[in-house]
T-cell receptor, first 116, second 109 residues
Framework: ETGVTQTPRHLVMGMTNKKSLKCEQH?????MYWYKQSAKKPLELMFV???????ENNSVPSRFSPECPNSSHLFLHLHTLQPEDSALYLC???????????????FGPGTRLTVL | EDQVTQSPEALRLQEGESSSLNCSYT??????LFWYRQDPGKGPEFLFT???AGEEKEKERLKATLTKKESFLHITAPKPEDSATYLC??????????FGKGTMLLVSP
C-alpha cells in the first residue's frame, strides 16, 4: 500500500448505529487530519492530530469521536448520526503541522457515508 | 475570518482552448496557497504550493501564479483528461487549510 488509504470506501448506516472509519498513511508523516466534504460546500476541517496528540477540534459535534493510536493510523468513530452528516469523509496527512515548503497535505480516497 | 473564493464555479472548454481559473483570498498572514485536483469519488490530489507573490509553478499543461490577493491556474491547450474539480486552499496557521468551493472543469473533445 502507498500513500493514504481509507476503509471502508462506502458506508450506509442508520441513525442509531455505531461505526468507525479507518485511515492509514504510508508516508512516514507525523500529522493527520479528518475533513468533511458535503455537496456544494468547501472541505471542512474536523480534527488535526500531531504525533498522536489532538491539536485542533473544529467545533465538531460529539457524535464524531476521533482516535489516533499512532502516527500512521487515524480513526473516526461515529454514533447516533443525523442524515445531514451524510458526506464524503476525507483523511489527509502531512510531514508536520507547521506550514513550510514541501509540507503539503496528501489525501486519501475518502469514505462516502450515507446516514438513513 | 479567512475567506477563499473560486471562480467560475464551472467551466466548459473545448479541447485545446486555453483558459484560467481564479482563486481570490482574504487572509491575515498567508503561509501558503495550494492547488489540488479532485476527480469524482476520489480525494484531492496535490498539484502546487505557492508561498510568495510573484511565484509561479508549472506542471505539464498547468501553470499556477500568485499575487497578494489572488492566484490563477492557467490551463494551456487542455485535454479531456484535465476534466476535474480544481480546489484552492490557503494556510495561515498550522497546516490547517481553508478551502474554496472549487471550479468544476469539463473539457470536451
Amino acid at each position: 500500500e502507498t500513500g493514504v488509504t481509507q476503509t471502508p470506501r462506502h458506508l450506509v448506516m442508520g441513525m442509531t448505529n455505531k461505526k468507525s472509519l479507518k485511515c492509514e498513511q504510508h508516508l512516514g508523516h507525523n500529522a493527520m487530519y479528518w475533513y468533511k466534504q458535503s455537496a456544494k460546500k468547501p472541505l471542512e476541517l474536523m480534527f488535526v492530530y500531531s504525533l498522536e496528540e489532538r491539536v485542533e477540534n473544529n467545533s465538531v459535534p460529539s457524535r464524531f469521536s476521533p482516535e489516533c493510536p499512532n502516527s500512521s493510523h487515524l480513526f473516526l468513530h461515529l454514533h447516533t448520526l443525523q442524515p445531514e452528516d451524510s458526506a464524503l469523509y476525507l483523511c489527509a496527512s502531512s510531514q508536520e503541522i507547521i506550514p513550510k515548503p514541501y509540507n503539503e497535505q496528501f489525501f486519501g480516497p475518502g469514505t462516502r457515508l450515507t446516514v438513513l | 475570518e479567512d475567506q477563499v473564493t473560486q471562480s467560475p464555479e464551472a467551466l466548459r472548454l473545448q479541447e485545446g482552448e486555453s483558459s484560467s481559473l481564479n482563486c481570490s483570498y482574504t487572509v491575515s498572514g498567508l503561509r501558503g496557497l495550494f492547488w489540488y485536483r479532485q476527480d469524482p469519488g476520489k480525494g484531492p490530489e496535490f498539484l502546487f504550493t505557492l508561498y510568495s507573490a510573484g511565484e509561479e509553478k508549472e506542471k505539464e499543461r498547468l501553470k499556477a501564479t500568485l499575487t497578494k490577493k489572488e492566484s490563477f491556474l492557467h490551463i494551456t491547450a487542455p485535454k479531456p483528461e484535465d476534466s476535474a474539480t480544481y480546489l484552492c486552499a490557503v494556510s495561515t496557521g498550522y497546516s490547517t487549510l481553508t478551502f474554496g468551493k472549487g471550479t468544476m472543469l469539463l473539457v470536451s473533445p
